[in-house]
């Protein structure tokens, strides 16, 4: 009776083990199907979200910046350059003129010697007029295009200030909204454009000043109120040299969802 219980019990031990190991095998069969259904349903949402084509409409929009951006840079070196080609002629020709007067009064002195024991008179002060509006204007111009923005910040609100009159008040404007843009301060930025368009309606520059309040409200936040200042643009100035960069920032923001 015993022997038979003994081989009851070897008989018994190998079928408990292969039980166990098919029910470890199912499980993890069922857990690599589970994985596999999950794999399938990311695959189709990545090939719905392929063909409906938003993918390579935000890519094409992403190069379509980087364009912009590699344009604006390059035009930004030029103006570089050619402000440092400028102030070095204006060096240039400084220095001829200096040494031009020096020759005449050391020829004029050689040509009529003081005689002894004679005071002469001090020859009577030239006239010395103020700048002009141009020419403060013009200074102020050479630090925003020399990127020292605070400097021409300063300049700009003083030239307002001075010449309240002046031709030159709108571009004193435009050039001044610039400057504050570029020192991040884009609420001012946003006020300053918007006076200049309310002020000066006939202005030539008010096309790139619509883009520029639009860029200040873009960097505020303020999509709706950028997309209804593009769109002003677009419908104003039709054959602005600006246009084309007005429409591709309008589709982007359109792009945008809420």
Same mark, same amino acid.
């Given at each position: 009776m015993k022997k038979l219980i003994l081989l009851a019990c070897l008989f018994a031990a190998p079928v408990h083990a292969a039980l166990f190991e098919d029910t470890d095998a199912r499980k993890k069969l069922q857990e690599m199907q589970l994985k596999e259904t999950e794999l399938d349903a990311r695959i189709v949402s990545l090939e719905a979200v392929i063909k409906s084509g938003s993918l390579n409409d935000m890519l094409n929009q992403i190069e379509l910046i980087k364009q912009d951006v590699s344009k604006l840079r390059g035009d930004l070196e030029t103006l570089r350059h050619l402000n440092a080609t400028v102030e070095q002629r204006q060096k240039d020709l400084y220095q001829d003129l200096d040494g031009r007067l020096r020759k005449i009064e050391e020829k004029s002195? =050689?040509?009529?010697?003081?005689?002894?024991?004679?005071?002469? %008179?001090?020859? /009577?002060?030239? %006239?010395v007029k103020p700048p002009s509006d141009q020419e403060i204007y013009d200074e102020a111009n050479q630090l925003l295009e020399a990127m020292k923005?605070? %400097? =021409?910040?300063? =300049?700009f609100t003083d030239f307002i200030k001075q010449f /309240?009159?002046?031709?030159?008040?709108?571009d004193a404007k435009y050039a001044l909204a610039n400057t504050q843009f570029s020192l991040k301060n884009y609420k001012a930025s946003l006020g300053t454009y918007q006076k200049l368009l309310d002020q000066h309606p006939d202005f030539i520059k008010n096309p790139e000043a619509l883009l520029g309040l639009a860029n200040a409200q873009i960097q505020l936040a303020l999509i709706p109120e950028a997309k209804k200042s593009l769109k002003d643009l677009?419908?104003?100035?039709p054959k602005s040299d600006v246009i084309q960069n =007005?429409?591709?920032?309008l589709k982007v923001l359109e792009s945008i969802k809420p």
């Open positions: 002195v =050689a040509s009529n010697p003081v005689p002894s024991g004679k005071v002469t %008179e001090a020859p /009577p002060l030239p %006239e923005y605070k %400097e =021409a910040f300063q =300049a /309240p009159h002046s031709a030159l008040l709108p677009i419908k104003k100035y =007005a429409q591709k920032r």
